[in-house]
C-alpha cells in the first residue's frame, strides 16, 4: 500500500453552451482568462500537477461541448471519470435547470460502480456579472441538498473572469476524489488473486 | 516494404498500403468556391425562400447561434453568417444548428467574398451531401466513422490503437472536431483551404466524402511513430496540435495531402459506404441499448425515501445493526395480527404527500422485514403478513395491466437489491471466484509444459512464513518423490486449501 501508482485524477466539466467551462479550466490550469474561446467542439484537456495532504496528483480536467447532442459522445468522454464538475451561468435560470439533466446523463453514460457516492461539484459562474444575476444562492443550495439530503454536494459560486472561487472549487472536488479513490480502494480488494505473489504482498502489507 | 496485418474478423475494416506517391492534382489554385461547381437545386428553393422560412424550434436554434457568432473569429459579417445558418436550419430540421457549423459558414463566406447565396449553398452540400450526417442529432454519422476509424486503426496500427487506449482515450476524443468543423477549428487555414479545394473539386460529392475521414486516418499514420512512444494523453494531444499547427505553408499541406490522397484513391466509394453502413447499425443498436440503459436507470431512481430504503434492505443482510423501527403500530401489528394492519398502513406514510403505490408497497413490506429482523414476528407470520399486505396492494389496483406491470417492477427491483445487498456476500464471491481461479493455476501448472512450468512457478524466494510453512508441510508429505513442478502444484493446491477451506 506504500507503493502506490501515481495518482491521476480524471475530472469533466458539463454544462450549457457558454457558462464558462473552457474559461474555468483555463483559469485554474493557466491562471488566464480570455473573452476570445471559441465554442468547445468534442473535449479537450489540460492537466495541472497539484499536491494534496502531501500527495501528488495528476488533475486531468476535461472540458466538454455544452452543446446537446455533442453528449451522446459521453460514452467516450467520460470513461474513467474520477470526478464531475457542474457548471452553470448565474445569469441564465436555464443553464440552472439543465443541471439535473447534465448530471443524469453523465451518470447514465459515465456508469460509475456508485452513483449515489459519485464526486460531483456544482460551480455557478459569472459572480462578476452579480447585478445580472438571476439564479439566487438559496435555488442551488435547495438544489444539492435535494439530490443528496445526507451529503450535500458542494458547491461554489466563481468567476473565471476574477479567477474568485476557481482554485478552492478544484480543490475541493480533487479532494473529494481522492477520497473517494481510497474508499474504493479499502471496499474492492483487488479482482484476482495471484497466489504466487500473494506471500509477498500479505507480507509486506501487515507491517 | 508492404506490411500486411492480418484483419481481425468481422470489424468492418480494411488495410491500406503505405503511403504512395498519386497524381492526383489540384486543377485551380484558387478560387474554389464558385456556384458552377455547386450542385442544381431541383426542389427549385432560393436561398431567399428559406431565409423567409422559420425554422422549427426557431428560439432555440437562434438562442445558440448567437451564442457562438460573437465567438466565431474568421469573420466579420456576423450578420451574414447568422442569416445563413438560420436559413440552413429551416431547410434542414434533422440538422437544425450544429456547434461547429458556424466556423464552416464562416470560412465559405469568406471564400465567397460575402455572397450569402453562394456561401449558403455550399453549407448545404457540404452538410448534407459530403459529410455522412455527421451534424444530425443524434451524431450517428459522426459515431459511425469514428468506429470506421476505430477499426481501420486496430487494423493497420494495432499497437497504436492499443496504446491509445491505455491512455484513455479513444478516436471520439481525437476526431470529433477534425470531422465535425472540418479541420477548420484545428489547422491553419492555408490546410484547411487546400482541403476544402479537394472536397470542392472532387467528382462528386461520394468522392469528396472520402476526404474529411482518410485525411483523419492520415494523420494518425503520419503520427504513428511519434505517438505509439507517448506516455501521457497530455503529450498525444500535443502532438497532433502540433502536427496541425506545422502545416502552414502550401508545400507542407500539399506533401501531408498528397499521402493521404495515396489512401483515398485505395478506398472505392461503394466499400466506403457499405463500411458505414455496417458500423451505423451498430451505432443504432448501441443507441437503443444506452435508451434502455438510461429508462432503466430513470425507473429505478426514486424519492430519497426509496434511497432510505434500499439501505434499511440492505442492512438485513449486512453487518449494520437495523434503526429500531418506530414501535407502536409495529407492536400493534404483531400483536393484534392482520385486523390492525388497515390502520397501520394508513397511519403509514399514505396521509398527506402523495406517495407512488408502489412506494408505499415497498415501505410496508419493508417494515415487516425490519419486525422479522427484530425477531418481533416468526417466519411464518412473516410470510403471512407479507402475502396479505400484497394482496390488499393488488386489490387496490384498478387494473390487470398496472397489476403485472407493478409486480414485474417490484421483482425486479427486489432481485436488484438482493444482488448488491451485503459486504459479506459480495466477499464470498470473490472468495469463491479467487478459490476457482487457484484451482485453475494449480490445474494449468500440471497440465502445462515442462518449459511453460517453469516459467510460471513461483520462486521460493518469493514466500511469506505462512507460504514457507506450507512449504515445508508439502516436503514431508511427498519427500522428494514429488518433481519439483509436481510440488509446486501440489503446494499451490495446498494454499488454496488452506486459505479457502
Same mark, same amino acid.
Not at chain 2, 497524381?23 to 461547381?37: A, D, F, G, R, T
Not at chain 2, 511427498?478 to 518433481?483: D, L, Q
Given at each position: 500500500m506504500a507503493h502506490r501508482k501515481k495518482v491521476l485524477l480524471k475530472v469533466i466539466i458539463l454544462g450549457d453552451s457558454g457558462v464558462g467551462k473552457t474559461s474555468l479550466m483555463n483559469q485554474y490550469v493557466n491562471q488566464k482568462f480570455s473573452n476570445q474561446y471559441k465554442a468547445t467542439i468534442g473535449a479537450d484537456f489540460l492537466t495541472k500537477e497539484i499536491t494534496i495532504d502531501e500527495k501528488l496528483v495528476t488533475m486531468q480536467i476535461w472540458d466538454t461541448a455544452g452543446q446537446e447532442r455533442f453528449q451522446s459522445l459521453g460514452v467516450a468522454f467520460y470513461r474513467g471519470a474520477d470526478a464531475c464538475v457542474l457548471v452553470y451561468d448565474i445569469t441564465n435560470p436555464i443553464s440552472f435547470e439543465k443541471l439535473d439533466s447534465w448530471r443524469d446523463e453523465f451518470l447514465a453514460q459515465a456508469g460509475p460502480r456508485d452513483p449515489e457516492n459519485f464526486p460531483f461539484i456544482v460551480l455557478g459562474n459569472k459572480v462578476d456579472q452579480e447585478n445580472e444575476r438571476r439564479v439566487p444562492t438559496q435555488k442551488i443550495e435547495l438544489w444539492c441538498k435535494a439530490k443528496n439530503a445526507q451529503q450535500p454536494m458542494s458547491f461554489f459560486e466563481t468567476s473565471a473572469k476574477e479567477a474568485t472561487g476557481v482554485e478552492e472549487a478544484f480543490q475541493t472536488i480533487a479532494k473529494i476524489a481522492l477520497q473517494k479513490g481510497q474508499d474504493d480502494d479499502i471496499f474492492v480488494p483487488a479482482a484476482t488473486i495471484d497466489l504466487s505473489g500473494a506471500a509477498t504482498k500479505s507480507s509486506g502489507g501487515c507491517c | 516494404p508492404i506490411r500486411i496485418v492480418s484483419p481481425p474478423d468481422d470489424c468492418n475494416g480494411r488495410v491500406f498500403l503505405p503511403c504512395f506517391p498519386t497524381? +492526383?492534382?489540384?486543377?485551380?489554385?484558387?478560387?474554389?468556391?464558385?456556384? &458552377?461547381?455547386l450542385p442544381p437545386q431541383p426542389d427549385g428553393f432560393t436561398y431567399q425562400m428559406y431565409l423567409r422560412r422559420r425554422p422549427r424550434a426557431f428560439s432555440e436554434i437562434e438562442g445558440s447561434i448567437d451564442k457562438d457568432i460573437p465567438r466565431t473569429f474568421l469573420t466579420n459579417s456576423h450578420d451574414a453568417l447568422r442569416r445563413i445558418l438560420i436559413a440552413f436550419a429551416a431547410r434542414c430540421p434533422t440538422i437544425g444548428y450544429c456547434q461547429g457549423m458556424n466556423e464552416i459558414g464562416a470560412v465559405l463566406l469568406e471564400e465567397a467574398q460575402g455572397n450569402e447565396d453562394v456561401a449558403f449553398w455550399a453549407l448545404i452540400y457540404l452538410i448534407e451531401d459530403v459529410f455522412p450526417k455527421y451534424h444530425e442529432h443524434s451524431m450517428a454519422g459522426l459515431h459511425a466513422d469514428c468506429a470506421l476509424l476505430d477499426a481501420w486503426l486496430k487494423q493497420n496500427e494495432p499497437f497504436l490503437s492499443h496504446h491509445l487506449d491505455t491512455l484513455g482515450l479513444n478516436i471520439e476524443i481525437l476526431c470529433t472536431t477534425w470531422l465535425v468543423t472540418c479541420y477548420i477549428s484545428n489547422s491553419p487555414a492555408i490546410f484547411y483551404q487546400v482541403l476544402l479545394q479537394h472536397i470542392f473539386q472532387a467528382p462528386s460529392a461520394n468522392d469528396a466524402s472520402k476526404i474529411p475521414i482518410l485525411t483523419a486516418f492520415g494523420v494518425f499514420r503520419q503520427l504513428t511513430p511519434l505517438l505509439q512512444v507517448e506516455k501521457e494523453a497530455g503529450h498525444v494531444l500535443r502532438h497532433f496540435k502540433t502536427f496541425f499547427a506545422s502545416l502552414d505553408s502550401k508545400e507542407k499541406c500539399t506533401a501531408f495531402l498528397d499521402k493521404c490522397t495515396s489512401l483515398w484513391v485505395q478506398l472505392p466509394f461503394e466499400e466506403l459506404r457499405a463500411l458505414r453502413v455496417a458500423h451505423l447499425e451498430s451505432v443504432h443498436a448501441m443507441f437503443d441499448a444506452r435508451h434502455a440503459k438510461k429508462e432503466a436507470l430513470r425507473s429505478q431512481k426514486l424519492s430519497p425515501e426509496a434511497t432510505k430504503e434500499k439501505r434499511h434492505r440492505r442492512s438485513r443482510f449486512g453487518l449494520v445493526t437495523l434503526p429500531s423501527p418506530p414501535k407502536s403500530p409495529i407492536r400493534k401489528l404483531s400483536l393484534l395480527g392482520t385486523n390492525v394492519r388497515k390502520s397501520w398502513m394508513r397511519s403509514g &406514510?399514505?396521509?398527506e404527500e402523495p406517495v407512488p403505490d408502489s412506494l408505499a408497497l415497498h415501505f410496508h413490506l419493508l417494515r415487516t422485514v425490519q419486525l422479522f429482523d427484530d425477531e418481533m414476528i416468526d417466519s411464518n407470520e412473516f410470510s403471512a403478513i407479507q402475502r396479505q399486505i400484497l394482496t390488499t396492494w393488488l386489490d387496490n389496483q384498478q387494473t390487470p395491466e398496472a397489476v403485472a406491470s407493478r409486480v414485474h417492477e417490484l421483482k425486479s427491483s427486489m432481485e436488484v437489491l438482493d444482488i448488491d445487498s451485503s459486504p459479506p456476500k459480495s466477499n464470498t464471491s470473490l472468495w469463491h471466484k479467487a478459490k476457482a481461479k487457484a484451482g485453475l493455476n494449480a490445474w494449468k501448472l500440471r497440465s502445462s509444459k515442462p518449459s511453460e512450468r517453469r516459467a510460471s512457478a513461483p520462486r521460493p524466494m518469493n514466500l511469506s512464513p505462512r507460504g514457507l510453512e506450507l512449504n515445508e508441510i508439502s516436503k514431508s508429505y +511427498?519427500?522428494?518423490?514429488?518433481?519439483e513442478d509436481q510440488r509446486v502444484s501440489r503446494k499451490l493446491e495446498l494454499i488454496s486449501q488452506s486459505i479457502f477451506d
Open positions: - | 497524381k +492526383y492534382s489540384l486543377p485551380k489554385p484558387h478560387k474554389w468556391l464558385e456556384k &458552377s461547381i &406514510s399514505t396521509d +511427498y519427500g522428494n518423490e514429488f518433481s
